[in-house]
């Protein structure tokens, strides 16, 4: 245990977590808080991106007295290059769990699978449509077939661009074609980007990063866009229902099974498993009133979207929620999955459980989970956490409060037909500045900030102004613990948005879904640019990470940024070694795709720079204030 720690009061926003990580406390547990306490001071090098491992005549740090290092790259290059290689590991996260969807429609459209199905047909037609295949008449299987092999085809080196650049504004378009940053191919721009960094090849740092912009729009509109649409055809189209989140949603006389990581296809078999009549029995017999699931982080927020499951937690409250004592199991997939819960999993009777071959976790229990076995590895899991249930300790449960309301389920889809059918309501709500703009809060926890204080602070303070607010990801559960996903939130918003939202019966703050799922935001400001006739960078709308720490929150800020949309981040990431590369992502990129990123700690200033941006962007529209 860390010295002095931190009281939990400064650590969180929330008191479920304050609970747990006393909780911890009391029981010499340690989190990622006293982690972090103990790994600070960070390595200054690190911190400003001017320690460079690529190569052993390193390793190399970059300081007044040795500015270069020992190839001769000074800081610009080396910030550049680790930059960029940091970028192009969020785009292969996002885009290689996007290849898992492909490989599931694969097995159905061979017949490998019975456990998946295509269950939005009518959008796997529309979807096809748009990246030009023939659908008039077809079988949805010989449509399904040709989906696949496109999208495969999205991540090699065969295509001149990716397939959803048909929805791309073309003014966006020739943007990126005079910039060269045109994505062809999703591996192709991460492979490249490896390559560009490896000693001796692009030692120009704008080129570099010019690359790394590339490389996240192969990221969002391309790997993470095929996750988004492919998801929605094999689970379903989200449409609005209500859930509840915080700790309070693990129950004390159920099973409760969590499930951890990002891609729905193994939290939709371990569902559909916990649905299962005999497990169910079996449950009850063992005592329990049933079988509860509940997410955590992004696989949550798929679970969530389409099934309305309840969210027990952000990045955060990953660990605490395994506190709570009354945890069965935790089933993993990939992605933000702190190698930590292993050891807390096993301070108490939860297993913990992966189920994929390319995250697996020393201590876990491993299951193989392919389309063939889904089902059936799913039920075994869930019989395992069935008999863990006996083993739980009454003593040691602590389940701190009660859960919140929230409302779910705001795809592209249903936002339309909640409008009746187009966005014209939309446009004319922001043409008469009753939403005056939009904001999409994105991203995750970082524990060098108070938990959620920046991503509620800043979603509050917008709406107040009459902003809308879309929250992905890490964003959603915190949105939903402060009350602003249900509709009653329009009191704490401005005259327009109350109006509007009040009108539609939809809450102020929309959850639009995982990380992602930020690419529906993309396609949202395509479509609005389109109906405006405009390109991206003209519309009054803007993205923000507030606590961000991830690879893959990196790839989407700078997706937003080059698609032009005006990016906040509540901390900067190591690139600050760098001048140039700093001059670039904070002004000079605006020059270039209409569109920068900001830096501020303070969710109150960003929140009035965003206002400023906004009003910058209706007076360049023609509209009123
Ligand atoms: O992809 S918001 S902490 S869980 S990286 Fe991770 Fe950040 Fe959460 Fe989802 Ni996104």
Redesign the pocket.
Known sequence: MAKDPRPAEELTIWEDARAMINKARAEGIETVHERLQKQTPHCKFCELGTSCRICTMGPCKITPKSPRGVCGADADVVVARNFGRFVAGGAAGHSDHGRDLIEVLEAIVEGETKDYKITDEDKLRRISAEVGIETEGRDIKDIARDAMECFFGDFGSRKKEVSFLSRVPQKRKDIWTKLGMVPRGVDREIAEMMHRTHMGCDNDAPNTLLHAARTSLADGWGGSMIGTELSDVIFGTPTPSMSQANLGVIKEDKVNILVHG?NPVVSEMILAASRDPEIVAEAKAAGAAGINIAGL??TGNELLMRKGIPMAG??LMTELAILTGAVEAVVVDY??IMPSLVQISSCYHTRFIDTAAKARFTGATHFDIHPHNAYEQATEIVRLAVKAYSERDASRVDIPCEPVEIMTGFSNEAVISALGGSLDPLVQAIAAGDIRGAVGIV???NPKFQQDSMNVGLAKELIKKDILVLVT??VTTAAGKAGLLVPDAIEMAGPGIKKVCGALGIPPVLHYG??VDNARILQLCAALADALNVDISDLPVGASSPE???E??AAIGLYAVASGIYTHLGHPPNILGSETVTNIAVSGLEDLVGASFVIEPDPVKAAELFDERIKAKRIGLGLSE
């Open positions: 990002h982080c992004c952000n990045h992605q933000c991203g995750c926890n990801g890490c995982s990380c961000w720490y991830s893959k929150a």
